[in-house]
């Protein structure tokens, strides 16, 4: 990049090794034109929360596992660079969730952070030593049904490949405009999960006084819900650009899953 005559920013555990100028995660999201994100989908995460009104490409190179956000690897790293500088790219603008906390809690305690960002997941599940969760879900106003579960997963489609995935929810492909709604270890099992489109605002309300339960986003940010406490989630008002893989969707899940 400094070949090209380009400012070069970075966190500031890394820049002094690649003598890059110093900057939070805020700042990079707030001053970068492209963000190059070498690690796993956990490490994509941790910057996408911060880009809000900013649209700025996104491009993962996956050091980690699965990797289904970076989704180029080492050896396409510097390639995959090379063409997104020279402009011959294109981007996924993939949806997100916001997420708001009422209650008496977040009422009562300003120190606790009422809204939230989220590109994979909003999830609501028991504290370790919990018991099994009452949660109501109204959806666009109207009484959509009750969980005992040990929560509830609220996905966007890029997060239906995570969390969602592995409590049985479906893979839904990732530009399509829709949100998952997927029980973990539901009493009932009847309960499966179930398909909604994005325009629907889902409220999830926590029942009975002795069941305490954890909110998180992203595995980014977490806040204790208690008896009363309602999360509202919609869809978000940006979106994330990802830069797009010379792969299609299809052979990223067959390879990434391995299927035959």
């Known amino acids: 990049m400094r070949s090209r005559h380009m400012q070069v920013l970075a966190e500031f555990d890394v820049a002094e090794n690649i003598q890059a100028s110093p900057m939070s995660k805020s700042d990079l999201a707030r001053h970068s034109d492209l963000i190059v994100v ?25 050091l980690g596992g699965l990797g289904f956000l970076t989704e180029a690897t ?3 790293a510097l390639p995959a660079l090379s063409r997104v500088l020279d402009g011959d790219y294109q981007v996924d603008r993939r949806i997100t969730l916001e997420a ?21 997941d909003v999830v ?11 949660l109501d879900v109204v959806a666009d106003g109207e009484w959509f049904c009750s969980y005992r579960a040990d929560g509830l997963i609220v996905a966007t489609p890029t997060g239906s490949t995570a969390y969602a995935l592995s409590a049985g929810g479906p893979i839904v492909f990732p530009t399509l405009h829709a949100v998952v709604l997927a029980p973990i270890c539901p009493h009932t099992l009847s309960n499966r999960p179930v398909v909604v489109p994005d325009t629907v605002e889902v409220e999830v309300r926590v029942k009975a006084s002795d069941h305490d339960a954890t909110l998180t986003a992203d595995g980014q940010e977490a806040a204790l819900l208690g008896a009363a406490d309602t999360v509202r989630i919609r869809k978000g008002k940006s979106t994330v650009a990802l830069v797009r893989s010379p792969h299609s969707y299809f052979e990223i899940w067959r390879d990434k899953l391995r299927w035959g």
Request: net charge neutral; proline share 5%.
């Open 38 to 62: 070498l690690g796993g989908d956990g490490t994509l995460l941790s910057i996408a929360r911060f880009i809000a009104d900013r649209e700025v490409p996104l491009l993962g190179i996956n």
């Open 100 to 120: 708001e906390l009422l209650g008496p809690n977040s009422a009562t305690n300003p120190a606790v952070d009422r809204r939230f960002r989220a590109l994979n």
């Open 74 to 76: 080492t050896e396409d």
């Open 124 to 134: 609501i599940n028991k504290r370790a030593q919990g018991r099994v969760l009452e």
